[in-house]
């Protein structure tokens, strides 16, 4: 399939030299076929302004121009940007390249004039988690973004949108049911990427919610930290780095329940209660 006229992807990679690297959670994706079924779920894309990060070699990034998109990409590996200068310049005024780490990258900044980016990644694996967490605590809230469009890997997806009482319940399942909606859009095999993973990917699609229940997002990031740091035990041993004996008097919630069966409007009573 062919979106543009540039090179193909894997032509990209060797007139650079960009092997992918292990220490930087790099697994490119070459089938533009999939990288256009990812931007897709987006949503119309046409002069809308979309975030990327992670953008390596430009397969997403080539796709959601294609869609119209104005794009800003973060890219850590600086071995990246002369390909993603090639097609910045094949789309004059529409994609946007910072070099740096998108752990320190300060989003809303970027936006200055209030017009709501989407957020496009197919994110490196190694600080996927915590990217997803910093956009789900930003304050303040409704966020400066509109949506996020994300991949991960499956076992990940399914911590975002877990139910209490199942396996991958956890502190991300919480984070993301108090402040959003979020699906799983579709599975990636390994052999879609290069090099492939050992496990499937999927991508999630996650909408903010205007009015959460009310709650801090820090304290809130405390109490499930400290209640599914250790997930198999009591809360009222879990949660005594947060004076735990006292929220659980003052919410009427059983100190011998444990984190996974908590539902979120208890955690946001919890992190409601903390001083």
């Not at 991300?172 to 290069?194: E, K, M, Y």
């Not at 780095?241 to 919410?251: F, Q, R, S």
Request: with cysteine.
């Amino acid at each position: 399939m062919s979106i543009d006229n540039l090179p193909p992807l894997r032509q990209v990679l060797e007139q650079y030299d960009l092997m992918p690297k292990k220490s930087l959670g790099q697994n490119f994706l070459f089938d533009l076929n999939l990288t256009s079924k990812i931007a897709r779920q987006a949503g119309a894309l046409q002069d809308q302004p979309v975030i990327e990060v992670g953008p390596g070699p430009g397969g997403l990034t080539r796709a959601l121009l294609a869609q119209g998109a104005l794009v800003t990409a973060i890219e850590r590996d600086e071995r990246c940007l002369p390909a993603l200068a090639e097609i910045e310049s094949h789309y004059p005024g529409r994609l946007k390249v910072i070099s740096g780490d998108a752990l320190e990258q300060d989003f809303e900044a970027l936006f200055p004039d209030g017009n709501k980016p989407r957020i496009v990644a197919n994110l490196p694996y190694n600080v996927g988690t915590q990217l997803l967490i910093n956009w789900l605590l930003s304050e303040p809230w409704p966020p400066y973004y509109q949506s996020m469009t994300l991949m991960f890997q499956r076992e990940v997806a399914e911590r975002i949108v877990a139910a209490p009482n199942t396996d991958h319940y956890g502190r991300l399942a919480v984070l993301a049911g108090w402040r959003t909606q979020s699906r799983i859009a579709f599975d990636v095999p390994p052999q879609a990427f290069t090099p492939p993973p050992k496990v499937m990917s999927s991508v999630v699609h996650i909408t903010p919610l205007d009015k959460p229940l009310p709650c801090d997002a820090q304290k809130l990031g405390r109490i499930t930290q400290a209640a599914f740091g250790q997930r198999r035990k009591m809360l009222r041993q879990s949660l005594k780095p947060v004076n735990g004996a006292k929220l659980l008097e003052v919410t009427g919630i059983d100190g011998t329940r444990r984190a996974e069966t908590l539902n979120i409007e208890e955690f946001v009573a919890l992190a409601n209660a903390l001083d």
